[in-house]
């Protein structure tokens, strides 16, 4: 092996657990505790509530690429995430994996020093807290990723579920906020779903109908990309009121009721005023 230069005296730390037991959602606590700045998880270097270098192997549409991803056999994903830790030079890194050969396929991968410290799973969490984690990823196909969600969905190709915060004091002082998303990702769905534009366009014309200023939404046009929606919206206002104002009020209504209501990624929301109607 070859390590990278200048991580010969890296903490390597690992954190074992079998799939579906709560690795990620303990993981930022974890790497806190152990005054640890990166954390290395399912194909992803992440730093504090940052996803730094890789990308995800939740967003892959099959659990055997999802596993090559985690260990990084692909060579441009694994050459990327190697040269920011050269760049970086981390003092430590947290490896999360569900074998100690998992977490051993990974540091030789990333050329990484061998694992001084190895934790598992069940040495942080309870069993009611591994049996509840392991229940929702059989029953619901949950998965949870240790960064909030906007640092997820320009990636992600899965199903957004919900944004997990957690409150947590240190000290008397000083309280710390941990955001994780949880996930379902392509490889764990429950069957198969579409959404339709005309759902989209649905609920655009709910949210404008309770916009002041705004008269009428004549057309919608709805491009689909893989990282999201694209929306362009013709709209005719009444006189009198903010236009600026009017429309920036509407095109954030707009981009938080879709990603709400279909955890889709809206890129951008054009709107075009046609008309000024007089009343």
Do not use: C, W
């Not at 949880?182 to 916009?211: A, E, M, N, Q």
């Not at 920036?248 to 000024?276: D, F, H, P, W």
């Amino acid at each position: 092996m070859v390590f990278i230069i200048g991580v010969e005296s890296m903490r390597v730390v690992s954190l074992v657990g079998q799939s579906g037991s709560g690795k990620s959602y303990k993981a930022i606590m974890l790497a806190k505790d152990l005054d640890i700045e990166y954390i290395i998880d399912d194909g992803l270097l992440i730093q504090g509530n940052k996803i730094i270098a890789g990308k995800s192997a939740k967003g892959e549409s099959t659990t055997i690429s999802a596993v090559k991803r985690a260990v990084f056999t692909d060579y441009n994903h694994r050459k990327e995430v190697k040269d920011v830790i050269r760049i970086l030079s981390p003092n430590s890194i947290l490896i999360l994996g569900t074998s100690d050969k998992m977490i051993e396929r990974i540091t030789e991968e990333l050329d990484l020093p061998k694992i001084q410290e190895r934790i598992y799973i069940q040495e942080i969490s309870s069993e009611e807290e591994i049996r509840i984690a392991s229940e929702e990823r059989k029953k619901q196909g949950k998965h949870v990723i240790p960064v909030p969600t906007f640092e997820v969905k320009k990636d992600f190709s899965g199903y957004f579920l919900d944004t997990l915060k957690i409150l947590r004091k240190r000290d008397s002082i000083k309280e710390h906020v941990y955001e994780k998303t949880v996930v379902r990702p392509t490889f764990s769905y429950l069957g198969k779903y579409t959404i339709s534009d005309s759902v989209i366009k649905d609920i655009i014309k709910y949210v404008t109908r309770k916009v002041d200023g705004l008269h009428k939404v004549s057309n919608i046009y709805i491009r689909n990309y893989k990282e999201g929606l694209f929306i362009n919206i013709e709209v005719s206002m009444v006189y009198g009121y903010s236009i600026l104002d009017t429309v920036k009020y509407m095109q954030k209504r707009i981009a938080s009721e879709i990603e709400n209501m279909t955890s889709l990624n809206i890129l951008g929301i054009n709107v075009t005023v046609k008309k000024l109607i007089v009343k």
